[in-house]
């Protein structure tokens, strides 16, 4: 009879390979445990390719994660000039893919390989005796559809959630005729390639941008520039505020340039007259047009699009309608073992009182680590974006440092998992409302899990033992201020 695999021996399973799941992977070679990552995608970072065509705010500096820095050392790789900004098609071309294809992590990743459950070996989830000795059980589906099970002694699920964005209806619920709406193709993804590969959905046609974060600003722009080149291209937007302004942002005054100009060409279109607003609207109703024009184009389907406002019904006749009303994280595979979850903003208990974006953007949250992110299943972490649950304020490097604390925790170094040290951004600034991260961090840092406060320099804004009260928050795009949304009343 084979003898059983000790546990200490078993790989790690990190659930995503894109920058924060392959940082994990990294981290986890550099103390001698075996990562075995698996990405739904058929490449590394297959979502933020999906929206490639952006720019990042954050410069390269702030990008690559320290561990994945080492193993790239070792090739032939350059890093890249740390102040320019990369796409983020740039970002998986010169730093993902090469990270991926090391000796180290080559052969640990799993492409079009799709995690379906999560378990413990022989035991479900209402199972106690013995749990946190036995192995787990992370049941994955391929590409042809082959089912395996994979045996491993802990857990780190990165995968983000660029794949379920929030509805586009009222109180958290899709709007009448939204399923059918995404399924004829009139609903598009968070971050349509206009000028590009989607081009032909939008010029020349009528486009509804509902959100009011840096993908509605960013597709926006885009439709404005499609509307210089093919003027019969029309643009609206529709936001739950009251006033437009509030997206803007600091303008010249944001510590980011190329954010605050953002903000700064979306307020010119639209004093400009270019795109029609919607102030105070909410999405009620999606209906197809029957029967359908058809256009040269090929689009063969028609949307009326009907609001309620505080003056009564809207209705506004579009051919596409672009949703950037934010993501919520996957829940489904993880029915069989035992999370805690802030029952608000579904991120770890510990957490979610310090990202809702009710009372907190990026700049406010104290540094965390493992202890924050451990649930009642030993040795299972939820990470990166996922791990903010329903909150838009994620940072990229916040992802690096969770991981490195993770990996720390289930190497038995609780020492290093305790030593959480945390760049955050200068302005608190920092949506991440395209299922991933991207801002950059100051150069401030801070340390250690609340509780924890031994650091040299405060959070900024941290509300902790370890610094002083958050300040509202001012430049950028604002995706959550201290008493920001609280203090804003919306109907929702």
Known sequence: MT????????????????????????????????????????????????????????????????AARTLLGSTDWVEPEGDYLPTGAELVAQYLTPLATTPQLRNAIRMQTRVIAVSRLGKDRTRTPGRGDTPFLVRTQGAQGQVEDHVVRAVIDTSGTWETPNPLGHAGLPAIGEPAAREAGLVTSPLPDVLGRDRAQFAGHHTLVVGAGHSAANTLLALGE?????????????????????VYGGGDQDGLPARGALGARLRHLVEAGHIEVHTSMTIAELSIASPAPTSAAGITNALTVTGTTPAGAVSVDVDRVVPTTGFRPDLSFLREIRVDLDPIVEAPTGLGPLIDPEYHSCGTVAPHGARLLAHPETDFYIAGMKSYGRAPTFLMATGYEQVRSIVAAIAGDQ??????????????????DIGSSCDTPSLATASADPGECSAPAPAVGAESC???????????????????????????
């Not at 995503?16 to 990294?26: D, E, N």
């Not at 103390?31 to 929206?51: D, H």
């Not at 290093?416 to 200068?426: F, N, S």
């Open 415 to 432: 020492a290093a998992a305790d030593a959480v040290e945390l760049v955050l951004p200068e302005t608190g600034v920092c949506s991440s």
């Open 226 to 246: 499609l509307r210089e080149a093919e003027p019969s291209t029309r643009i609206s937007w529709a936001i739950r505020g009251s006033d437009p302004a509030s």
């Open 3 to 66: 003898e059983p695999t000790p546990l200490s021996e078993l790989p790690v399973a990190i659930i995503g390979a894109g920058p924060v799941g392959l940082a994990a992977a990294a981290h986890l070679i550099t103390r001698e445990i075996e990562p075995l990552v698996f990405e739904t995608g058929a490449m590394p970072g297959a979502a933020v390719s999906a929206w490639g065509h952006i720019g990042l705010f954050s410069p390269w500096k702030y990008n690559i994660d320290e």
């Open 466 to 492: 370890c610094a002083a009260p958050a300040q509202p928050v001012t430049l950028g795009i604002p995706t959550g201020l201290e008493h920001g949304r609280s203090a804003t009343v919306t109907t929702d």
